[in-house]
């Protein structure tokens, strides 16, 4: 009851659909390893407009960064406050579904059994189940071509996050753009609603097992596993 009286202070009704976000951003760095998946808050708004078009509010936890706080109707930015520390954990429980990286608040998510759609995720390797997936991809900087899964895996890069090691071995990280984290999260609803990407999942059980990954992957992630 005290997180939902301090959240209706903000525009958050009991009531209220949302959707929970939360980023790494190269603004805000808590560590090495998340510096390779970091996506700036502003190659999210895309999908927080749409969110907010579709009647879902969105709340944004995490540490305060130095990039523009972005101001929509309906979008909660927590992060530029100092919250009780109960509000993340109510928000984890409460959410219609988790976007961001797969870090921090993720976990407590993720125990609560909160839908979770993890973007930029690396390093590639076995996923636990119930998630949504859309791998970081990687290019060969000589060729300049996308590395498939298997090409990953092939050049023992699978259980890889460090960006020197990438450098070494002739690998770039290709950070995602706006309409990619947009088409991700239209997918994640449609995914976790069992729609047609869910559909599309399930043709690819096998494949994705043999990979020990047992949660679902986005359309552009399928094209690095089948190819």
Do not use: M
Not at 41 to 61: D, E, M, N, P
Not at 76 to 98: M, N, R, S, V
Not at 118 to 137: D, V
Request: charged share 20%.
């Amino acid at each position: 009851e005290k997180a939902q009286n301090f959240l209706t202070s903000f525009g958050l009704d009991k009531k209220d659909e949302f959707v929970l976000i939360y980023t790494q951003s190269e603004t805000c760095k808590s560590g090495f390893r998340h510096d390779q998946q970091s996506v700036e808050t502003s190659h999210y708004s895309a999908a927080i407009k749409w969110f907010l078009k579709q009647g879902i509010k969105v709340v944004k936890i995490g540490s305060p960064s130095t990039e523009e706080v972005l101001k929509f109707p309906g979008f909660i930015d927590l992060t530029q406050i100092t919250a009780p520390g109960e509000i993340e954990i109510f928000l984890c429980g409460a959410a219609k579904f988790y976007l961001g990286s797969g870090s921090g608040p993720f976990y407590l998510a993720n125990q609560f059994g909160t839908p979770c759609a993890l973007t930029a995720l690396l390093p590639y390797g076995p996923q636990r189940a119930g998630n949504f997936l859309q791998f970081q991809k990687l290019r060969d900087t000589q060729s300049q071509k996308t590395l498939s899964y298997d090409e990953v895996l092939d050049r023992r890069l699978g259980l890889v996050f460090s960006k020197k090691a990438f450098n070494r071995a002739g690998v770039a990280i290709i950070k995602s753009t706006s309409e990619e984290i947009l088409n991700f999260a239209k997918e994640a609803i449609n995914y976790f609603e069992h729609g047609e990407i869910f559909r599309k999942n399930k043709s690819l059980e096998a494949k994705l097992a043999s990979l020990r990954i047992f949660s679902g992957v986005c359309s552009e992630s399928h094209s690095l596993l089948v190819s």
